[in-house]
């Protein structure tokens, strides 16, 4: 069983910062594409970036691209989303997911693509 948990949320400031992270159990982390997805209230699940298990291949959704990056360290078993400039519509609850094996014909956005989900970190973004 593979657990994935989130940390790094919090209350922050249109224009702000935050870091967030994922530690993932398990021996073969490197192995596996990783995402990053949201959720704001009453809204559905939404994609927000991508990252393969080649550290080079990321994907990211148009509207947090140029403000968001995302990284994985895999001797720590972590993926990392930096989110800068951050906007009011950033606010939701941000969710680590790790690709299902075979999964490659999926598009990075899509949910199914995905075999395991965090319990989330709430990420408030203040007017």
């Known amino acids: 069983q593979v657990q994935l948990v989130e940390s790094g949320g919090g209350l922050v400031q249109t224009g702000g910062s935050l870091r967030l992270s994922c530690v993932a159990s398990?021996?073969?982390?490197?192995?596996?594409?990783m995402a990053w997805f949201r959720q704001a209230p009453g809204k559905e699940r939404e994609f927000v970036a991508f990252?393969?298990?080649?550290?080079?291949?990321?994907n990211y959704a148009d509207s947090v691209k140029g403000r968001f990056t995302i990284s994985r360290d895999n001797a720590k078993n972590t993926v990392y989303l930096q989110m800068n400039s951050l906007k009011p519509e950033d606010t939701a609850v941000y969710y680590c997911?790790?690709?299902?094996?075979?999964?490659?014909?999926?598009?990075?956005?899509?949910?199914?693509?995905?075999?395991?989900w965090g319990q989330g970190t709430q990420v408030t973004v203040s007017s």
């Open positions: 997911a790790r690709g299902a094996s075979g999964s490659y014909y999926f598009p990075p956005s899509a949910l199914k693509k995905y075999d395991y």
């Open positions: 398990g021996r073969t982390f490197s192995s596996y594409a």
């Open positions: 990252i393969d298990w080649s550290p080079s291949s990321t």
